[in-house]
């Protein structure tokens, strides 16, 4: 299995309604890209503070290796990426094979 884990910071300027249009985006993915076991988020629940300014983060579970080369080229991952990267101050991106 593959975790791939996204630390968001948001730009002052991104809106809660994009934010929330963006992450039911994120979630549709796994109807329509194979590979993917699960996708969560949410907003930092740790006391802390140790985030960074970083206040979101995205979790995405796939298969294997090969499922999650086959997201990040696959073109509704790109028309996500786009309207996150426009809502973003700052982004970790982070996988991690379990």
Partial sequence: MIRHLLLLQF?????QDR??????????????IDGIESIEYGA???????N????????VTFSDLLARDRYLVHP???????VLLA???DLIVFDLES
Wanted: hydrophobic share 40%.
């Fill in 76 to 82: 509704d991952h790109k028309k996500l990426e786009a």
């Fill in 87 to 89: 809502l973003l101050a």
């Fill in 11 to 15: 730009n002052q300027n991104a809106g």
């Fill in 44 to 50: 930092n629940q740790n006391p802390e503070k140790l």
């Fill in 52 to 59: 960074k300014n970083f206040t979101h983060a995205v979790v």
């Fill in 19 to 32: 934010i929330d249009a963006m992450f039911h985006r994120f979630v549709d993915l796994k109807s329509t």
